[in-house]
């Protein structure tokens, strides 16, 4: 998959990823080489991060052994509830600029 920068048109073929603190925040994003535009990929909060974990578990155990329709069903709702937060975070808590020049 490429990625291609929307202020330079720049292919960035493998970005190097960065995770910042801020308080209990964890940014997540890359910054193009070219330009230095920032891209955002993630904010979490240790709740969120804490269902990401939970998640990835219950979905292992989808993919080892056949489980019953309840727990699929857990599983699907986990995974949108932690999109639907993911992408609140997002939105409420853009990449501080003070931690690009970093």
């Known amino acids: 998959m490429e990625i ?3 202020q330079c048109g ?3 073929g493998k970005p190097d990823w960065v ?6 925040l964890e940014h997540t994003y890359f910054v193009c080489d070219d330009c230095g535009a920032a891209y955002q990929f993630s904010v979490t909060d240790k709740k969120l991060r804490q269902n990401i974990e939970k998640y990835k578990e219950m979905a292992q155990r989808l993919k080892e052994k ?3 329709e309840a727990f699929q069903r857990r599983v699907q709702r986990l995974k949108e509830d932690n999109v639907k937060r993911s992408r609140e ?3 409420k808590h853009p ?6 020049t970093e």
Do not use: W
Request: glycine share 4%.
């Open 4 to 6: 291609i920068c929307d």
């Open 10 to 12: 720049a292919v960035i």
């Open 19 to 24: 995770t910042i603190r801020d308080g209990e």
């Open 66 to 68: 056949k489980c019953n």
């Open 89 to 91: 975070l997002k939105e």
């Open 95 to 100: 990449l501080p600029p003070l931690f690009l």
